[in-house]
């Protein structure tokens, strides 16, 4: 069976610092990776999506996330944090007919 | 292109009742996913429908049932409600069968008392 982790349930940095959020995955196939952003009261949005092509993936807002097999890591990035950043990010895997989500980092940005 | 929609965006109901959501998928969409969030936790896999049938279903007892209609639109019945079943219920469409690529509804906010 797939999971995921995220390391750290809070996250907080200042307004123009690097934004650095963890996933390791467990999959027993080459797994299907996916970043979500959920604000307040909202559904889920999908920021980016690894599907084996290549292995640094770009999304929307400027977050890009890295696919690293040997550290089985999906880490979320962004150079530059924003106050409209401020949200819960979700981690998930898919092996293409089950995706496990994992508990959520909620992003504090500080002004 | 229409997205995701869902009704009621807020629902209370009290123990041992039932309770319908309802879920429009994204234009074109003949899969749609049902997804438990409840407070402070990420969401869990219900059920998926592929063109009208069940294909697939999480750790969830039977008093979770579904249905999806020939518009592809869906339905998540509840019977039973039980406190624990206070959560964000999230619906999810898709062009195939496999949960890859999925567009999430805002979700429908289910309060049991």
């Known amino acids: 069976a797939q999971s995921v982790t995220q390391l750290g349930s809070h996250v907080s940095v200042s307004e123009g610092a690097l934004v650095l959020l963890r996933c390791n995955y467990s999959?027993?196939?080459?797994?299907?990776l996916f970043w979500y952003v959920q604000y307040p009261n909202q559904g889920l949005q999908l920021l980016l999506k690894?599907?084996?092509?290549?292995?640094l993936v770009k999304g929307i807002n400027g977050f890009e996330a890295e696919f690293k097999k040997s550290e089985t890591s999906f880490h979320l990035t962004k150079p530059s944090a924003h106050m409209r950043d401020a949200a819960e990010y979700f981690c998930?895997?898919?092996?293409?007919?089950?995706?496990?989500f994992g508990a959520g980092t909620r992003l504090t940005v500080k002004p | 292109e229409t997205g995701v929609t869902q009704s009621p965006t807020h629902l209370i109901k009290t123990r041992g009742q039932q309770v319908t959501l309802r879920c429009s998928s994204q234009?074109?969409?003949?899969?749609v996913s049902w997804y438990q969030q409840a407070l402070g936790q990420g969401p869990q896999f219900i059920f998926q429908?592929?063109?009208?049938?069940?294909?697939g279903r999480g750790n969830f007892p039977p008093r979770f049932s579904g249905l999806q209609f020939p518009n592809y639109s869906s339905e998540l019945n509840v019977n039973a409600l039980e406190l624990d079943d206070s959560a964000l219920y999230l619906c999810?469409?898709?062009?195939?069968?496999?949960?890859?690529?999925?567009?999430f509804g805002p979700g429908t906010r289910l309060t049991v008392t």
């Open positions: 999810a469409s898709s062009l195939d069968q496999g949960r890859v690529e999925q567009y």
């Open positions: 999959s027993s196939v080459p797994p299907y």
């Open positions: 690894y599907t084996s092509a290549a292995t």
């Open positions: 998930a895997v898919s092996d293409g007919d089950d995706m496990r």
């Open positions: 234009s074109g969409h003949n899969t």
């Open positions: 429908y592929y063109r009208e049938e069940e294909n």
